[in-house]
C-alpha cells in the first residue's frame, strides 16, 4: 500500500478491512475496496453523483477515447516497470482504467478523488485500481515516492505534486483548450467565450513535450449532449434559460479542444551555503 495516514504522515498498511498506521489511526475499506483518507467536517466533497454519473454515462460512449488513448501512451512511455503512478483526481476513473490496461501487470496504478461518489465509481470500474477518497492539497503519499503523476482537468496543487514525485519523475498535465466545448457554450450562452490560455511554466518541473489534441464533432445524441453537458460545471453555473437551451438541443457541433504536457522533475535546489 503507498498511501500514508493523513493524520500523522506514517505509513498505512492494510490489516484486515481497515488500513492502519503504526501510531493506531486507522481508515476503513469501504465495500467497493477503496478507503476514505478525508479528515475533518463530513458532508459532499467534490462532483456529485448526477455530475459522476453523467461523466460516466458521457465517457463510456468513447468520445474523449483520443484523448484517454494519449494519456494512456504517454503513462506507458514515462512510467517504469514496477513503478507508482497516482492519477490525481480520478474521477470516476474512466482514464485511470485505460492507464492500468496500457501499463504491466508490475506498475502500481493509485487514483484518488475528493468526491466519494467517484471513487466508488472507479472502483466498480476496475478492481485492480487501488483508490482512496482525498484531497489534491494534501495528496496521502510520502516525499517522493512516486514515479509518474497524472492530473486530467483535476485542481492543480504544484507543490504536493512536486513533492510526492521522485527526482526525474513525470507529471502529466491534462487541461482544456482554449477552443474547448465552444460550441455548446455559443448554443447556451448569449455571449461565448474561450478559456483563456493556461501558464504552462510550473516552479521545480521542465516541460518536455506539449501536444494540442482536438477533434470537431457533430453529436446528433440529445441523450449524449445532455450527459455532456451535465458532467461540466456549466450545467451549474448556467441560469435557467441557457439549461434549457442545452436541454432542447437535438444536435450540437463543438470542438473537443485538449492540451496534453508533460514535465519532469528536477532536483530540488540546495540551499546549503556555498
Same mark, same amino acid.
Given at each position: 500500500?503507498?498511501?500514508i ?12 478491512g481497515? #488500513? ?5 489511526? @486507522? ?32 465517457? %463510456? ?7 484517454? %488513448? ?6 506507458k512511455?514515462?512510467t ?6 497516482? %492519477?490525481?483526481? @480520478? ?8 492507464? !492500468? ?5 508490475? #506498475? ?8 466519494? =461518489? ?13 483508490? #482512496? ?23 492543480? @496543487?504544484?507543490?504536493e505534486?512536486?513533492?510526492?514525485? @521522485?527526482t ?32 504552462t =511554466? ?7 513535450s ?15 449532449i445532455r #450527459? ?5 460545471p ?12 442545452a ?7 463543438? !470542438? ?13 535546489e540546495s540551499? =546549503?551555503?556555498?
Open positions: 500500500m503507498h498511501f495516514c493523513p493524520v500523522c504522515g506514517l505509513p498505512l498498511a492494510e490489516d484486515g481497515a #488500513a492502519r498506521c503504526a501510531r493506531g489511526h @486507522c481508515f476503513d475499506r469501504a465495500r467497493e475496496g477503496y478507503y476514505n483518507l478525508l479528515t475533518g467536517a463530513g458532508g459532499v466533497h467534490g462532483d456529485n453523483r448526477q455530475m459522476v454519473e453523467a461523466r460516466r454515462e458521457f465517457l %463510456d460512449t468513447g468520445a474523449y477515447a483520443f484523448l484517454a %488513448d494519449a494519456v494512456a501512451a504517454a503513462a512511455k514515462y517504469p516497470d514496477g513503478g507508482v503512478l497516482v %492519477d490525481a483526481g @480520478c474521477g470516476e476513473g474512466y482514464y485511470t482504467d485505460r492507464i !492500468a490496461r496500457a501499463l504491466p501487470e508490475s #506498475a502500481e496504478v493509485v487514483g484518488f478523488d475528493i468526491s466519494k =461518489d467517484a471513487v466508488r465509481r472507479a472502483a466498480r470500474r476496475n478492481s485492480r485500481l487501488s483508490l #482512496a477518497v482525498a484531497g489534491s492539497y494534501h495528496m496521502p503519499f510520502a516525499d517522493g515516492s512516486v514515479d509518474t503523476v497524472v492530473n486530467i482537468f483535476s485542481p492543480l @496543487c504544484t507543490d505534486t512536486a513533492r510526492i514525485l @521522485c526525474g519523475g513525470h507529471f502529466i498535465l491534462v487541461f482544456p483548450g482554449e477552443e474547448h466545448l465552444y460550441g455548446l457554450k455559443s448554443a447556451i450562452y448569449d455571449t461565448p467565450y474561450r478559456n483563456e490560455p493556461a501558464k =511554466d510550473l516552479p521545480g518541473f521542465s516541460l518536455i506539449d501536444d494540442a489534441l482536438t477533434r470537431e464533432v457533430t453529436l446528433t445524441s440529445p441523450e449524449k #450527459a455532456l453537458f451535465h458532467m461540466t456549466y450545467a451549474y453555473r448556467t441560469g435557467a434559460e441557457g439549461r434549457a437551451r436541454e432542447a438541443l437535438s444536435s450540437l457541433s463543438t !470542438a473537443f479542444a485538449f492540451r496534453l504536457l508533460v514535465y519532469r522533475r528536477e532536483p530540488c540551499t =546549503d551555503p556555498v
